[in-house]
């Protein structure tokens, strides 16, 4: 009785944790997710292992069926040594999204390939070309990460592993060549999403909460 009575008080606590989140995933099918911009000989997204997978021979923006204005979104990922992807948040469905939206990038920036030629505001968790994260927090290449977005207003803040790398408020950015750039800095809703191109990342565990 008494360990069914911890593994009881432990489902409770996860419940907690993530009470009022909703899971974007199934773990098994594509289902609540559309697929643009795919080259039509790339595989684009698959799911294997109970992860979304973005393979080497795929990519394309695999974007949410539903808009989302405010919310934090919960998720965890692996990268391939050099991994590459991003995150897109208020996303249109068109343009590029690193411009057209927001892109929160998803890189293994510490990888040699990287080496002097992106600059900080393209390292990991960045609000890509914009604002730059702190280069601390993401595990090595292989292993899985936890990382929470939580978007609120001109507020975007990102966690990884338990550290904010990520503390931005958009209103900040005044120069109008940026925002002539990234019109996408001042949308207020639209798709969440994974931007692949032909790198190995995995995501699992997806889910959202909408603030209001």
């Known amino acids: 009785m008494r360990i069914a009575s911890l593994l009881l008080m432990a489902a409770s606590a996860a419940f907690c944790v993530d009470k009022g989140f909703t899971p974007l995933f199934d773990g098994k099918t594509l289902n609540g997710w559309t697929l643009l911009n ?4 790339d595989r684009g997204y698959i799911v294997e292992n109970g992860s979304i997978v973005c393979p080497l021979d795929g990519g394309g923006n695999l974007l949410t069926e539903k808009d989302y204005a405010n919310f934090v979104l919960r998720f965890e990922f692996k990268m391939e040594p050099g991994g590459n992807n991003g ?3 208020r996303a249109p469905l068109s343009g590029d999204i690193a411009y057209s939206g927001m892109e929160i990038q998803v890189l293994d920036h510490g990888h040699e390939k990287y080496k002097g ?10 609000v ?6 702190k280069d601390e927090g993401l595990k090595p290449a292989g292993q ?3 990382e929470e ?3 609120n207003g001109s507020k975007i803040k990102v ?3 338990g550290k904010v790398i990520l503390d931005a408020d958009l209103s900040s950015v005044t120069d109008e060549a940026i925002h002539k750039k990234h019109p996408g800095l001042r949308r207020t809703t639209g798709r969440i999403g994974f931007l692949g191109h032909h790198s190995l990342v995995e995501f699992r565990n997806i889910r959202v909460k909408e603030l209001k």
């Not at 030629?117 to 960045?126: E, L, R």
């Not at 890509?128 to 994260?133: F, G, K, N, S, T």
């Open 38 to 41: 795919k080259n039509p000989k």
């Open 87 to 89: 995150i897109g948040i």
């Open 117 to 126: 030629k992106i600059k900080p505001a393209q390292f990991h968790g960045s």
């Open 128 to 133: 890509y070309d914009v604002i730059a994260a």
């Open 144 to 146: 899985w990460n936890s």
């Open 149 to 151: 977005i939580a978007a």
């Open 159 to 161: 966690t990884l592993n």
